[in-house]
């Protein structure tokens, strides 16, 4: 959504804003800002400076106070920056005022995340999830976006008679909307029909913010071909494989990473592919360890999870990346007894609170893989004696 090939060109320079309020602090809004670098960076934009203000709540005009945005303002023109992301969702009338007075592309987050899942997405299903939640976002902003949309080039068509510019945008988009709705039914239904097929092997998906590693272990664990990239929302499409340990067979799926203010339209449109974390038998649950906020990273997880009313599910909790973690924590004098001290207080406060499910692996490093596969194995077998009591082999 941020030009006709639904990709920000190269090398384009940034610019950020955050604003602080009574529901995020500076320090949160210090950390989204940098989560919104990273989507920038994902995207093929530079972030060159971050801007904040404190406000009681977002100005309903320009969602900044008017000084902040002169500011913004002088900086944009003085160092010639072609983009302004804001990291809260703008309304289609804020984007208009702001647009006005910063004389260049401005966009939310929403936008942005938009458009790194267009230029992602490959099967037809994600193409049409994605088409989708971007023609939802776009509904309640066409007033404030016509000439946003009109950069674009795409879907708007002639006028009827009597019409306005607005009211045929509007009639144009709520149509593309139910069309691209009926697509996707069509294609969940083949999909459906594709978990069904699989018979009644026992399903494990992945499951984790973005970024944590999932695609890695997925190759790990299937030997599989899965894309996988430090950058962020590396996989859309949800890949499945059959695996067999041990003449045991299950499927694992990888699926899309979740992310703080996700746009709600995304969510909706891509519940067709977490189906597969919904007739998942078993999730693992992968977290970046090395993240400072990895805590809060698995509540994003654990609420969506919630949402999709799949956080009931039994679930296998594996810390990744800790090569990294280590080498972020420990200063290379400590000494190795109390370094495995800290490991092992570590270790034993997760179990305690994941009730002896969870696992501390180093995916690049393939540290601890085998002691996955062995936890895997031990968990299948135990949900196929469940299933299928009166067998003694589950293949």
């Known amino acids: 959504m941020l030009d006709k090939n639904n990709k920000i060109q190269n090398e384009e320079k940034a610019v950020l804003v955050g604003l602080i309020h009574k529901e ?28 904040m203000q404190k406000l009681p709540k977002p100005d309903s005009k320009t969602f900044v106070g ?36 910063l004389g260049v592309k401005t966009i939310d987050r929403s936008d942005l995340i938009l458009d790194i899942f ?48 607005i009211e045929t945008d509007r009639r144009i988009v709520k149509d593309k909307i139910s069309l691209l709705r009926k697509r996707l039914t069509e294609i969940d239904k083949q999909a459906t029909t594709q978990r069904k097929e699989r018979g009644e092997y026992i399903r494990l998906a992945l499951v984790g913010y973005t ?39 299950f499927l694992l799926s990888d699926t899309v990473g979740f992310i703080r203010k996700l746009p709600h339209h ?22 970046d360890i090395s993240h400072p906020g990895y805590e809060d990273q698995m509540g994003v997880v654990n609420k969506t999870l919630q949402e999709l009313k799949c956080f009931d599910k039994p679930t296998i909790t594996i810390f990744n990346k800790m090569d990294l973690y280590e080498s972020n924590t420990f200063d290379p004098w400590l000494d190795n007894e109390v370094k495995q001290e800290m490991l092992t207080q570590l270790e034993s406060r997760w179990q305690q609170a994941t009730n002896n499910s969870a696992i ?17 194995l031990s968990r299948v077998k135990k949900l196929y004696e469940e299933r299928y009591p009166y067998l003694t082999k589950f293949y």
């Not at 490959?122 to 939802?136: F, G, N, P, R, S």
């Not at 977490?274 to 992968?286: P, S, T």
């Open 24 to 51: 995020q602090t500076e320090t949160l809004v210090k950390e989204y800002l940098g989560e919104l670098a990273f989507l920038a960076e994902t995207a093929g934009a530079i972030a060159v400076k971050t801007f």
């Open 66 to 101: 008017k000084g902040k945005l002169e500011e913004i303002k002088e900086y944009v023109v003085a160092k010639g920056i072609s983009l302004v992301i804001f990291d809260d969702e703008l309304t289609g009338s804020q984007i208009g005022n702001i647009s006005d007075v």
């Open 118 to 165: 267009a230029g992602r997405a490959k099967t037809a299903q994600a193409k049409v999830q994605v088409e989708l939640a971007q023609y939802q976002y776009i509904l309640p902003r066409l007033k404030g976006m016509w000439k946003h949309l009109e950069r674009q080039g795409g879907g708007i068509g002639s006028r009827g008679p009597g019409e306005t510019e």
């Open 211 to 249: 970024n944590v590693g999932k695609s890695t272990l997925m190759n790990l664990l299937t030997k599989a071909d899965v894309f996988a990239e430090n950058k962020l929302f590396a996989t859309l499409d949800t890949t499945t494989r059959k695996v067999v340990y041990e003449q045991t067979p």
């Open 266 to 287: 995304l969510v909706e449109s891509f519940k067709s592919t977490l189906d597969e974390v919904r007739e998942a038998d078993c999730l693992l649950h992968v977290v």
């Open 360 to 376: 501390f692996v180093a995916a690049t490093e393939r540290k601890n893989i085998d002691g996955l596969r062995n936890t895997i």
